[in-house]
T-cell receptor
Framework: EAGVAQSPRYKIIEKRQSVAFWCNPI?????LYWYQQILGQGPKLLIQ????????DSQLPKDRFSAERLKGVDSTLKIQPAKLEDSAVYLC??????????????FGPGTRLTVL | GIQVEQSPPDLILQEGANSTLRCNFS?????LQWFHQNPWGQLINLFY???GTKQNGRLSATTVATERYSLLYISSSQTTDSGVYFC?????????????FGKGTKLSVKP
């Protein structure tokens, strides 16, 4: 079974530029998550999708971050314009989407973003 | 919101040694997972363990939900065990899918 796929693996941009990340979840997984992991910290949830609807985006900085999952499968996360503090690893995860008490999340390899 | 604290923050072991990593959480949880983040950044699921004890090879985990802690045991450590170990919880007061991560324990196993 293929895991969660992400691209690109690395990205270097200058501040005020825009960037987009792509995620393909495990086949059949209804729920997709984007996390931000700053160096030395644990991942923090940015947004959660159930199929193509948003379940939780309370921690997404909506003035510069946007995400979509148009057909309920692949997802893109965009930052426009980027700031220095956006330098982090962006992790995509997916899960079957069953009961929260039993649902297990599986993570992709991440995209390491450096903003200069 | 819930607080998740992991200890120790850093751990250096000689190959073959055993270790215990601890995760304390400040509220009742309905989901707890342990992850290993390898040096290349990949987060690998180790255990889903909201309560009880599980074992997988040289690794085992125990969660005592009533006392709000979980332990991860690594026996006969190998250099490939190096990386950061994260505990993540989902709690009854949180949003449906939100896993709250601790800051991790960085493990270095020396040959």
């Amino acid at each position: 079974e293929a895991g969660v796929a992400q691209s690109p693996r690395y990205k270097i941009i200058e501040k005020r530029q825009s960037v987009a990340f792509w995620c393909n979840p495990i086949s059949g997984h209804a729920t997709l998550y984007w996390y931000q992991q700053i160096l030395g910290q644990g991942p923090k949830l940015l947004i959660q999708f159930q199929n193509n609807g948003v379940v939780d985006d309370s921690q997404l900085p909506k003035d510069r971050f946007s995400a979509e999952r148009l057909k309920g499968v692949d997802s893109t996360l965009k930052i426009q314009p980027a700031k220095l503090e956006d330098s982090a690893v962006y992790l995509c995860a997916s899960s079957l989407g069953g009961s929260p008490s039993t649902d297990t999340q599986y993570f992709g390899p991440g995209t390491r973003l450096t903003v200069l | 919101g819930i607080q998740v604290e992991q200890s120790p923050p850093d751990l250096i072991l000689q190959e073959g040694a055993n270790s215990t990593l601890r995760c304390n959480f400040s509220d009742s949880v309905n989901n707890l997972q342990w992850f290993h983040q390898n040096p290349w950044g990949q987060l690998i699921n180790l255990f889903y363990i909201p309560s009880g004890t599980k074992q997988n090879g040289r690794l085992s985990a125990t969660t005592v939900a009533t006392e709000r802690y979980s332990l991860l045991y690594i026996s006969s450590s190998q250099t490939t065990d190096s990386g950061v170990y994260f505990c993540a919880v989902r709690y009854y007061g949180g949003s449906q899918g939100n896993l709250i991560f601790g800051k991790g324990t960085k493990l270095s196993v020396k040959p």
